[in-house]
């Protein structure tokens, strides 16, 4: 969903989101979203109550992308899975994910395997997912 086509696809699915009733999981693996793509499915995810698994692994998402998503799940509190594994997702995008994760208590699954995250990161971010589980439990 890279170009300019799978932009438009990619709002079309963001619109989809902003007025489903009933989809819950949605899997993207591999599908290209790009920064316009995964802005409009960050703004989308916003105000969507009943999405509760979103796979974006493998979408080339990067550091600017990470921060749209980490935006909405500040305010998101459906979903509890979230698949960013395999992407391009640095320290800086990280980060962005880490400080939405103080204030999103109900994320409890979440990969951010296979990117440019240094471990010290990769722990802060577990240990916050680990919180989560304890609350939802």
Same mark, same amino acid.
């Given at each position: 969903? @890279?170009?300019?086509?799978?932009?438009?696809?990619?709002?079309?699915?963001?619109?989809?989101?902003?007025?489903?009733?009933?989809?819950? !999981?949605?899997?993207?693996?591999?599908?290209? $979203?790009?920064?316009?793509?995964?802005?409009?499915?960050?703004?989308?995810? !916003? *105000?969507?109550?009943?999405?509760?698994?979103?796979?974006?692994?493998?979408?080339? $998402? @990067? *550091?600017? #992308?990470?921060?749209?998503?980490?935006?909405?799940?500040? *305010?998101?509190?459906?979903?509890?899975?979230?698949?960013? @594994? @395999?992407?391009?997702?640095? #320290?800086?995008? /990280?980060?962005?994910?880490?400080?939405?994760?103080?204030?999103?208590?109900?994320?409890?699954?979440?990969?951010?395997?296979?990117? #440019? $995250?240094?471990?010290?990161?990769?722990? !802060?971010?577990?240990?916050? $997912?680990? !919180?989560?589980?304890?609350? /939802?439990?």
């Amino acid at each position: 969903m @890279g170009g300019p086509r799978q932009n438009s696809r990619a709002q079309h699915l963001a619109d989809a989101l902003r007025k489903n009733t009933t989809l819950t !999981r949605l899997c993207l693996y591999k599908n290209q $979203i790009g920064e316009k793509g995964a802005q409009d499915l960050a703004d989308a995810l !916003r *105000n969507n109550t009943t999405l509760t698994t979103l796979n974006l692994g493998g979408n080339q $998402i @990067g *550091n600017k #992308e990470a921060q749209h998503l980490a935006d909405a799940l500040r *305010n998101n509190t459906t979903l509890t899975t979230l698949n960013l @594994g @395999g992407n391009q997702i640095g #320290e800086k995008g /990280a980060q962005h994910l880490a400080d939405a994760l103080r204030n999103n208590t109900t994320l409890t699954t979440f990969s951010l395997k296979y990117n #440019e $995250i240094e471990d010290n990161l990769k722990r !802060r971010v577990q240990e916050l $997912i680990e !919180r989560n589980n304890r609350l /939802a439990n």
